[in-house]
């Protein structure tokens, strides 16, 4: 078997010369890599006085009644600033949902399409993160008081604690 760089029979064999284009080429300065700043991402807070951490579930609610799996942290949310525009991540039990966000005074609303982890997940836990989806398409009036954030949505309601 033999390759492309093998050496002809018989001997060495002889390179081939550089036409004088290539070789003006090989003499120019090979340009640097453009170079762009890391994104700067720093923890942001929900609300003014609200600490900037990742906040559990500790409650929820859907037209009024209650959703036992919310409590015990089933929902994680979490704020952040990447170059100045707000990021919000919230794990279910089903996996992660990302957003873009703004908020104006206490209203938090999505500001893009919601990204959705490629988990698959069917019965409850599917439920769970469609139903979280759905409630974050809707503006969210927060609270924070005694500890725990409080966001709703007309009959919705998402309680958490920090972590």
Known sequence: MTSCAATPPGG???PTPLSTSAQADKSAPTPLPATTSQPQQTCAPFLPGAPCTTYDSVSAA????????????AVKAQLTSINGEL????????????APVVIKG???????KIATGAE???GAEGYQRL???????????MTYES?????????DSLTFKAE
């Open 12 to 14: 060495q064999s002889t």
């Open 131 to 141: 139903w979280v989806q759905e409630f974050l398409k809707r503006p969210i009036a």
């Open 62 to 73: 859907s037209n009024g009644k209650a959703l036992p799996w919310a409590a015990n942290g």
């Open 87 to 98: 990021l919000l991540t919230v794990r279910t039990p089903c996996g992660p949902l990302g």
């Open 106 to 112: 206490n209203i938090l609303t999505v500001a893009g």
């Open 147 to 155: 500890g725990k954030l409080l966001w709703s949505s007309g009959e």
């Open 120 to 122: 698959g997940c069917v």
